[in-house]
């Protein structure tokens, strides 16, 4: 029985037929044959679609397995076959690329059709793109190399004139089609209903709506840079103008005007209801003003990402022209076009064209310190660092599937450093600062503003410094000359140094008055004894040669005497609420370890001035001898008895001997045991005496049982539960110590303890190299 063609055959069937009818220049047929694959792909799509059990969209073509990938995937690899072949006939007729341009349209469901989830319609967007690519790679197929008798030796790349002509035509509608998508906003997601709705079903449609909008932000944003990368002037003119003008073409309302930190205002209030949205937005707005309706406030949200994205844009394609990625210097001249607004529509912005000012450039890269933990998948911050991270790695070189390289691309937005330092130093102003530090010395007083709080400011303050590094540095300008023009200021370097020390000394100087008024959190104070005083009743391994130790706690307030362990140079900006340093990595693990330590050192110091019965022996420890000679006293000792040796000296001696350095006789018992690493390094068991090496004088050895400690107890200090108590003791308005204090009793076997005096092993002939001599 013949089995039925799958819905990817399908797909590729009707693909096949509209690729014959763009190799045979038939546009009719051409038309039918992509009206009946559109169809098919949207019948798949409606199918498919469904509803998750939290009650988001979803799709079935999303599910991919071991063996296959996401079908919807599959389905959309189609569409590059028609636009490559169309490309190739754009000299003879543009029709198919002119109707494959509105593919994206097409598949695009509208309101009253089934519900695409954002998967799917990022992939319809991802259309574009692909478009672009196969556009570039024919254009690159037809350029010639030209270098003009009257000028100097350049090389420049230039397409024929009828592929230029067929190609100039066709530019604008490419483009065109490419807004269109914008237009349908709208018509997908409800915008435009004449019936008036209430807030929060107009938050919910401009909440839905906004993956589809970012995702058409980005892409715009990734065709310029196609564009730039292949050198293209005329296309990366059109998509910069595209990108420029992105906002005007959903038509929203005016920006919430009354917002007085509108760089504070970020995608993620997207995830809240409009309640709290509000509530958020009027947090940022000034005294008096009114609440903001839902079209406004998402205005401001749109209209910041957009300004995001032309920053991130112009900074990665100035990143270009910096490294010497290109031959000319597209990279550095679009990211000026960018900067400057050109190609927008001078009507509805009065700015269109003029030089930025280094006060707004500089709030507008420190915006992105401020969006978010950028290693949180879920962040604006992340969304960003992807953004530059995927429109650079149409950088990247070439290699051999399987070797191991070095990337040649970036990692985030933290890669653009030398750019943004460009882009500040050509707007430098003659005299002054642009009003920059006095703005951030406000924002410091209010730091509550930022969506992070000092987390926030500090990133700015890093940032900051971060920039002085390079700029001091010996970093050259050269490379990015378009972006200054000819309002090039001499002395701009030791003018933005001085700018940027300014400002970064304002910030730091605003934190550290905040720090020295804050006080110390006492949530931080018990974090820190609570980790301490559970440390210490889990028993350390310090004492690695004691064994069988029972860790006693004893409710009550005890009679001991307090004992008192310091911690030192401890920064007051770790012991305050919120944070106002990083802590360093595992901070209270470290502090409570390093307690636990020094309580088990004063166990070692009982240990150390309980009485000893000395006992000399002229044999050393790696005599065979000296094991046989102190059989009498491990009588005495008890169980499980263990030898105290100098590291240096007979732990040395013993260690060439046990690794086999050296022959030793059959009665000798010698074996290995599992002991975990602690002050004590154990070398082994010889003759079933545990031997450690200590750092103690050589010739002194001592013999006592492992169980000779019994227990350590600990009672409460001025309160019955707490055993450790805690307190920052101050050194400075900035600096201090921990002072932790706690009651310890050690309990002793009646054992004794040997001190076996042994004559030095430098000074004796090893009675084991005599065997092996």
Known sequence: ?????????????????????????????????????????????????THGPDGRTFNYSEI????????????????????????????????????????????????????LSTNIINSILDLGPMMMHRIEAWKTKRTTIE???????????RLAGSDAKAYSSVLPDLIGAWES?????????????????????????????????????????????????????????????ALVRWPESLRLRHPYSELRHRRHLFPNILHREWTDAKAAARSLAYEHASDPQADELFATIVRNAHQDVI?????????????????????????????????????????????????????????????????????????????????????ERRVVPGRVFTPSTINGREDLTSSFLVILASSVPAKGDDGLVGRLRQLAADVGILP?????????????????SVLRSEFSFDAAKPLFGSTENPDFRKRLDEILENARLAIENVRTDLLKSLPISAEVIEELRSAAQARLLEGGTLLNFFQGVKIVQHHGVGTDPIAFVAIGDISKAHMVRPPMETPPVNFVEFLASSFQDKAE???WGAFVNRPRVRVELDLAVEN???????????????????????????GRALQRFVWGHGAKPDALGITRKDFVEGAASYIATIEGVDVFGVDMPAGTAWLFSGELLQQVSYSGVRTSDHCVDLEYIASDDLNGSLRLSYRQKSTWAETPIFEVITPDPDDLDNDFDKNRR
């Open 147 to 157: 270098t003009s008798a009257m000028e100097p030796a350049r090389p420049r790349l």
């Open 311 to 395: 920053m991130l844009s112009a900074a990665l394609l100035l990143s270009w022209s910096i490294n010497n990625k290109q031959a000319s210097d597209i990279g550095a001249r679009t990211a000026r076009a960018l900067l400057d607004r050109k190609g927008g529509n001078e009507h509805r912005d009065a700015s269109i064209g003029e030089r930025p000012h280094l006060h707004s450039l500089f709030l507008d890269v420190a915006r992105f310190d401020a969006a978010g933990e950028r290693y949180d998948e879920a962040s604006y911050a992340n969304e960003l660092d992807r953004l530059v991270t995927t429109m650079d790695n149409m950088t």
């Open 64 to 115: 991919q397995g071991k063996d296959w990938q996401p079908p919807h995937r599959v389905w959309i690899r189609q569409y590059g076959r028609l636009f490559e072949r169309a490309a190739d006939r754009i000299p003879d007729d543009t029709h198919f690329i002119r109707k494959l341009a509105y593919a994206p349209l097409s598949l695009l469901s509208t309101r009253d059709g089934p519900k």
């Open 624 to 650: 065979q001898a000296f094991w046989t000679a102190i059989k009498p006293y491990l009588l005495q000792t008890g169980a499980k008895p263990v030898l105290l040796v100098s590291r240096s000296a007979e």
């Open 452 to 468: 992070r709080g000092d987390r926030s400011l500090r990133a700015i303050s890093n940032e900051i410094g971060t920039l002085l």
């Open 181 to 241: 998508l914008l237009h349908s906003a709208s018509a997908i997601y409800g915008w435009r209903d004449e019936k008036r709705q209430e807030s929060q079903s107009r938050w919910n449609e401009f909440r839905a709506s906004w993956p589809f909008l970012w995702q058409h932000l980005k892409n715009t944003a990734y065709c310029l840079a196609v564009a730039v990368w292949n050198e293209d002037d005329e296309g990366a003119r059109y998509f910069q103008e």
């Open 1 to 49: 029985m013949r089995e039925l063609p799958t819905p990817d055959q399908i797909l590729e069937e009707l693909a096949d037929k509209a690729a014959a009818a763009i190799e045979r220049l038939a546009p009719v047929a051409f038309d039918a044959a992509w009206d009946e694959m559109v169809r098919y792909h949207r019948f798949l799509l409606a199918i498919n679609a």
């Open 601 to 603: 050192m004063r166990v």
